[in-house]
């Protein structure tokens, strides 16, 4: 089958471009291996709330969305995607299984047969398979293990006490569910983030787009390399948004601990680090704050007195943990990596991600979207992935428009859009 555009991804960023496209009139095909929001639906655990409240969660062309200060649940969201994807000419359950060069551009086989097109979006997203550290080979064999990916509810774990293994929002909130259901549990402490749920009287969310740091460019950043690598804000949206933070788990009886080291016999080690980590995170959360107070000073926004916010001081936390008493399942909250087997396109980096600047390959007609900071801070946010496909749709339709001498219109871009920054450093195509 011919196409103009095929995009391989049904999550919020193929469909965000797949609806900007369809308003441009401009003929494209989405594969997805799932359903629609597949990610959503089959690798996030039930209770799950977004993190980000319902306004910051627009998708081009969806129209004002209901409670915007408050936060969708899963099946909330799961739910909107579908209505959202109702015209979208999705292929659902087709697995992509190669792409590669073709005279016409791209041929793309899949399970359910073969496409071409002179251009290909992958909207894969940005966490794609689970991360889990080698020492998770060396833990005791009749210890449970999973990743957060696979987590669907407490009663589903073992009976017994869980080490969680990261901090992140993710490994934050299911050390809360955890400990709320009853269980015992230990949080194991790398490199994390602290943030309030709200600042001077208003949601976090609200001061960061306030501020600019949300739509930061990635061309503006020092080091973008550092930014896409910067830990995620440990905020929930559960209860109608609530503070997370170590502090708050530790008054609630969970047990925290420095870095996972690895496993000894049925012993969890971990490091002598918990301090450095929490003296890293509150050095963060100031700057942030800091920027939002100047923003409060600088422009008069009616704002209440800054909180008092003192560092986070916690005992070192055990350095062995016996996993043969009470401790049944580790649960790894250590976040994802991505892949690409099926892609047979020499754009990948030594470490198997996609190289490009700004969604723009080395290969000509081969994009990106939906990665973190791949044009702005919030490029993989719900929301904030619409402006990159606006920007990515323009040059879509303006390369299969006749030349006119005119620029191709495409709703929400603007009047003219340049392509997106190549860098020439990338590697040449084959």
Do not use: K
Not at 93 to 101: D, G, Y
């Amino acid at each position: 089958m011919r196409s103009g555009t095929v995009i391989i991804g049904a999550g919020q960023a193929g469909l965000a471009l797949s609806r900007v496209l369809e308003d441009a009139g401009h003929d494209h095909v989405v594969l997805e291996r799932g359903r629609v929001g597949e990610r959503w639906r089959s690798e996030r655990w039930e209770s799950l709330t977004l993190l980000t409240p319902n306004w910051l969660n627009v998708l081009p062309g969806a129209g004002p969305v209901p409670e915007p200060d408050g936060f969708a649940d899963r099946a909330g969201f799961i739910a909107h995607l579908e209505a959202y994807a109702a015209t979208a000419p999705v292929r659902e359950h087709t697995t992509v299984r190669r792409v590669r060069r073709s005279r016409g551009g791209y041929e793309i086989r899949t399970d359910r047969g073969r496409f071409e097109a002179p251009t290909v979006v992958i909207a894969t997203g940005d966490c794609d398979l689970p991360r889990i550290p080698a020492a998770a080979a060396a833990a005791p064999p009749e210890v449970h293990q999973l990743h957060a990916s696979a987590y669907r509810r407490p009663s589903a774990l073992p009976p017994g006490g869980v080490l969680v293994v990261g901090a992140g929002p993710s490994g934050q909130q299911l050390a809360a569910e955890l400990r709320r259901a009853g269980r015992h549990v230990v949080l194991a402490v790398g490199r994390h983030a602290r943030m309030p749920r709200r600042y001077r009287g208003r949601d976090i969310f609200a001061w960061l787009a306030a501020t600019g740091q949300l739509t930061a460019r990635a061309d503006e950043v020092h080091d973008v390399a550092a930014a896409r690598r910067a830990p995620s804000l440990p905020v929930s949206g559960a209860a109608g948004g609530e503070d997370l933070g170590l502090c708050a788990l530790a008054r609630d009886g969970v047990v925290i601990t420095g870095r996972l080291t690895g496993f000894s016999g049925r012993h969890a080690l971990f490091a002598d680090d918990l301090g450095d980590h929490l003296g890293d995170a509150d050095r963060r959360l100031r700057r942030v704050l800091g920027h939002i107070d100047a923003h409060i000073a600088r422009t008069g926004a009616a704002a209440p007195p800054a909180e008092d916010l003192p560092p986070v001081r916690l005992p070192a936390g055990p350095r062995r943990v016996d996993l043969g008493h009470g401790i049944a399942t580790v649960l790894w909250a250590t976040g994802y990596r991505r892949s690409y087997p099926w892609l047979d396109v020499p754009v990948l980096d030594a470490a198997g991600e996609i190289a490009h600047i700004e969604g723009v390959t080395a290969s000509p007609g081969l994009y990106a979207l939906g990665l973190r900071f791949q044009r702005r801070r919030n490029s993989h946010f719900i929301g904030g992935v619409g402006e990159d496909a606006a920007q990515l749709a323009a040059v879509l339709v303006r390369a299969r428009a006749p030349r006119s001498g005119r620029a191709a219109h495409v709703p929400g871009s603007g009047a003219a859009v340049a392509p997106p920054r190549r860098d020439p450093a990338l590697p040449a195509p084959r």
